[in-house]
């Protein structure tokens, strides 16, 4: 089960609707308009199957991106403010710096990879890059479960031709067992 700070006592069983209090509650934080804020939603999973992690998610580093209908213009200084107000805390370890988790490799443009960087050859890091595909907006929506989508991340490891070689080292399971 799950639980957030902001509904106090109330215990999450159905992942939906998780899912669902996560939207309202940045809907209620941010409004609208996909904006950013740095005050946090703090969600607890209860389960003898997850790691004991507190992990902290992050937007991404936009840069470069245009910016999407109804974001404020300076959307890319909000992020790296926030960015920054996160990772100068005394008590922060940046996975960033040890391990790096590479998302989205499916999204690429044809022709594309990020092989050098999945190698450790690009930027070098203590513990290498992992990468991950997650689930599209459309599995989302089309309630595409864990395992399944898990499968399709294999999947496209074990068939992408840059990555193939790197197959057994990608993917969430991995990244799981990495962190544990």
């Known amino acids: 089960y799950a639980e957030f700070l902001h509904c106090k006592g109330k215990k999450f069983t159905d992942f939906d609707e998780v899912r669902g ?3 309202a509650e940045t809907d209620r934080v941010t409004g609208a308009n996909k904006g950013i804020s740095p005050v946090p ?9 997850v790691l004991n992690l507190t992990l902290v998610d992050l937007p991404g580093d936009d840069q470069g991106w245009p910016v ?19 990772v100068t805390r005394d008590n922060c370890l940046l996975l960033a710096r040890t391990i790096g988790v590479i998302t989205k490799l ?3 443009d044809e022709g594309t990879d990020a092989k ?5 050859k690009l930027l ?4 290498g890059y992992i990468g991950v595909v997650n689930r599209s907006q459309k599995d989302i929506d089309g309630k595409k479960d864990i395992n399944a989508a898990m499968a399709a991340e294999r999947k496209f490891f074990m068939s992408h031709p840059g990555y193939r070689h790197l197959a057994e080292r990608m993917g969430t399971p991995y990244l799981q067992k990495t962190l544990n």
Do not use: G, T
Request: zero cysteines; glycine letters at 0%; charged letters at 30%.
């Open 21 to 23: 209090e996560i939207e």
């Open 41 to 49: 939603i703090n969600l607890r999973v209860y389960s003898p199957h």
């Open 68 to 86: 999407r209908a109804n974001q404020p213009a300076d959307i890319e200084q909000q992020i790296k403010d926030m960015l920054m107000q996160f």
């Open 106 to 108: 499916d999204l690429m």
């Open 116 to 120: 050098d960087i999945l190698e450790n």
């Open 124 to 127: 070098p890091l203590r513990r």
